[in-house]
């Protein structure tokens, strides 16, 4: 009888506090005994890498893994969302699901029976995080299957591996972005001056629509900034008329 290996899945996410710019998603799908391989590579949490580390490392993980799966949330689908309710950890609860439906697409009875899906989770409940991931799913015999746990992305190469790849991808997409506009926003993050700079200047650019997180709070206190000032400027006026 055909032994079957125990496979693992590792999901991490990159980009979910900035104001601008997509979150990304990502899984890989390996076999147990090549978790060994991606250590010795160098998989750890992408934080700890530097962005030249993780180009570098990103190419070789995606030749070491059976397949991997990225999935991108834009700005406007994180705003859709929030719109209906949902908070960023449930947008990304139906993201992770969605990999996971992708991965595991093709493997027989057998090989999920041998699969442990590692998350890396983003909310403070891990077991209702892990509930709502589970309601997404297609395969509903997983529950048995699933870890959730924070910092999963420092403790399990796979998770590590999911993240780098990531990041890199995230990276790939803010770039394109900033060629698309033809200018330089940094980050991404609030924390970020350039950024800050960039969305006081372009928050009521409709030519940029779909590149900000509309939802954000730090978003709306930019437009609401500025829309202050404009009114302030037409309060100024009306008075000067009389």
């Given at each position: 009888?055909?032994?079957?290996?125990?496979?693992?899945i590792?999901?991490?996410?990159?980009?979910?506090?900035?104001?601008?710019?997509?979150?990304?998603?990502?899984?890989?799908?390996?076999?147990?005994?090549?978790?060994?391989?991606?250590?010795?590579?160098?998989?750890k949490?992408?934080?700890?890498?530097?962005?030249?580390?993780?180009?570098?490392?990103?190419?070789?993980?995606?030749?070491?893994?059976?397949?991997?799966?990225?999935?991108?949330?834009?700005?406007?689908e994180?705003?859709?969302?929030?719109?209906?309710g949902?908070?960023?950890?449930?947008?990304?609860?139906?993201?992770?699901?969605?990999?996971?439906?992708?991965?595991?697409?093709?493997?027989?009875?057998?090989?999920?029976k041998?699969?442990?899906?590692?998350?890396?989770?983003?909310?403070?409940?891990?077991?209702?995080?892990?509930?709502?991931?589970?309601?997404?799913?297609?395969d509903?015999?997983?529950?048995?299957?699933?870890?959730?746990?924070?910092?999963?992305?420092?403790?399990?190469?796979?998770?590590?591996?999911?993240?780098?790849?990531?990041?890199?991808?995230?990276?790939?997409?803010?770039e394109?972005?900033?060629?698309?506009?033809?200018?330089?926003?940094?980050?991404g993050?609030?924390?970020?001056?350039?950024?800050?700079?960039?969305?006081?200047?372009?928050?009521?650019?409709?030519?940029?629509?779909?590149?900000?997180?509309?939802?954000?709070?730090?978003?709306?206190?930019?437009?609401?900034?500025?829309?202050?000032?404009?009114?302030?400027?037409?309060?100024?006026?009306?008075?000067?008329?009389?």
């Amino acid at each position: 009888m055909e032994k079957t290996s125990e496979l693992l899945i590792g999901i991490d996410d990159a980009g979910r506090g900035p104001v601008m710019g997509p979150m990304l998603l990502a899984g890989v799908l390996i076999e147990k005994d090549k978790e060994l391989e991606l250590k010795k590579l160098g998989a750890k949490d992408s934080k700890l890498l530097s962005p030249k580390q993780r180009t570098e490392l990103e190419s070789k993980l995606r030749k070491e893994v059976m397949s991997y799966k990225a999935f991108l949330v834009t700005p406007t689908e994180i705003d859709s969302g929030m719109g209906k309710g949902l908070n960023l950890n449930q947008v990304e609860a139906f993201a992770a699901a969605s990999i996971i439906n992708s991965l595991i697409e093709n493997l027989k009875a057998s090989e999920r029976k041998n699969l442990k899906i590692i998350l890396d989770c983003p909310s403070i409940n891990t077991s209702a995080w892990k509930n709502q991931l589970l309601s997404y799913l297609e395969d509903s015999g997983l529950n048995q299957n699933i870890i959730c746990e924070h910092k999963a992305d420092f403790n399990y190469p796979v998770v590590s591996a999911a993240s780098i790849i990531a990041k890199v991808t995230r990276d790939a997409e803010i770039e394109k972005i900033k060629k698309q506009i033809g200018e330089d926003f940094g980050s991404g993050y609030p924390s970020d001056p350039v950024t800050r700079e960039f969305l006081e200047k372009n928050v009521d650019n409709p030519k940029l629509k779909g590149i900000f997180r509309e939802s954000w709070a730090t978003f709306q206190e930019a437009r609401n900034k500025k829309l202050g000032i404009k009114q302030g400027k037409n309060k100024q006026s009306k008075l000067g008329e009389y």
